[in-house]
């Protein structure tokens, strides 16, 4: 699970990114507003930690921007102790959850576990396409009686061409969606598990295949509607 934590306060800030860390997450940490703003829109988080009191941009306007522009990112907000008018304009600009400063640690883990929940499509389950199926929990991608086991990036990237069936994504997006901001991963890396993905169709002799868009992308073909 990937979220983004926007929190000034650059030791609050770090605890955040430490304890979603230890707890299996991947954490990317803003300190402002604008920058906050900017790579919330990327749709890569699962879950957005957002402050109110930020420099730049405020959080109440950071996320009603995200709305405006038709993110339905789960975002906790983080506020200052009983700041309730703060809540009533929060919920109003669409939070989906408050926790007012200081929180103990397990009750922000419980939120935001609770808050990555309410994207169903993303945790469990099978994902179908054609004669494809992706077993979420153990990785495994079959077609009629074969299958084989992918690894974490290839069931990453599958996962992502199976939930965009009908659009074309970017290497850009691939790129930043299993690698991250942080990573010094480039382009190629993303047409090396594509070549590893399209033969491990090719062995499960699925009708289903990544097609290459030039200079755009991938998408899957085959899948039927
Ligand atoms: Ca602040």
């Not at 669409?94 to 419980?110: C, I, M, N, V």
Request: include cysteine; proline fraction near 2%; charged fraction near 30%.
């Amino acid at each position: 699970m990937r979220v983004l934590v926007v929190e000034d306060e650059i030791r609050l800030a770090a605890t955040l990114q430490d304890l979603l860390e230890m707890n299996g997450c991947t954490a990317d940490v803003c300190h402002d507003g604008e920058a906050g703003l900017d790579n919330a829109l990327s749709g890569i988080y699962d879950v957005v930690l957002l402050d109110v009191m930020l420099p730049r941009i405020d959080g109440f306007t950071v996320l009603r921007r995200l709305r405006e522009s038709g993110s339905a990112v789960p975002v906790l907000m983080l506020t200052a102790r009983s700041e309730v008018s703060d809540r009533v304009t929060g919920l109003d600009s669409g939070a989906d959850y408050y926790l007012t400063k200081p929180f103990e640690p397990k009750e922000l883990l419980a939120c935001v576990r609770a808050l990555a929940r309410r994207q169903p499509e993303l945790r469990g389950g099978v994902l179908t396409c054609g004669d494809l199926k992706l077993e979420k929990d153990a990785f495994i991608l079959s077609c009629g009686e074969r299958s084989v086991r992918l690894s974490r990036k290839e069931f990453d990237m599958m996962e992502l061409l199976m939930l965009n069936q009908k659009q074309v994504l970017t290497k850009e997006s691939l790129l930043l969606k299993i690698w991250g901001y942080e990573s010094d991963a480039e382009d190629n890396n993303v047409e090396v598990y594509i070549s590893f993905l399209r033969k491990k169709l090719s062995h499960l002799g699925s009708e289903v295949k990544i097609k290459t868009i030039r200079m755009v992308g991938y998408c899957l073909e085959g899948g039927g509607e």
